[in-house]
Nanobody
Framework: QVQLVESGGGLVQGGGSLRLSCAASGCSFSTYHMAWFRQVTGKEREFVAR????????YYADSAKGRFTISRDNAKNTLYLQMTSLKPEDTAVYYCAARSRPLMIGITWSRLDVYDYWGQGTQVTVSS
């Protein structure tokens, strides 16, 4: 049974930093493409960043470019999101997601249905 457990969220002042973690179990983590999404209550879940199974390819939403860094440690079965220069508009529940299915040509990594497994989320609150 695949489990993804996020941690590292909390309350931080604007301009501060946080590092989120997503611990995976029950799966072949090193073969999965991974991503971070976030969701504000009442709004759709939105893509933040994704990383290939090897860590060699990353991609960010415009809102995350230059401030957030996605990484992974396959030996530890853990995904990370380092967030810096945080803004109040970054306040959301952050979710990690995993894709176990084979790649397809033309895949849109920002779509929710691309991913097979989701964590329960961790709250990030940025004060102004």
């Amino acid at each position: 049974q695949v489990q993804l457990v996020e941690s590292g969220g909390g309350l931080v002042q604007g301009g501060g930093s946080l590092r989120l973690s997503c611990a995976a179990s029950g799966c072949s983590f090193s073969t999965y493409h991974m991503a971070w999404f976030r969701q504000v209550t009442g709004k759709e879940r939105e893509f933040v960043a994704r990383i290939s199974w090897s860590g060699g390819t990353t991609y960010y939403a415009d809102s995350a470019k230059g401030r957030f860094t996605i990484s992974r440690d396959n030996a530890k079965n853990t995904l990370y999101l380092q967030m810096t220069s945080l803004k109040p508009e970054d306040t959301a529940v952050y979710y990690c997601a995993a894709r176990s299915r084979p790649l397809m040509i033309g895949i849109t990594w920002s779509r929710l249905d691309v991913y097979d497994y989701w964590g329960q989320g961790t709250q990030v609150t940025v004060s102004s």
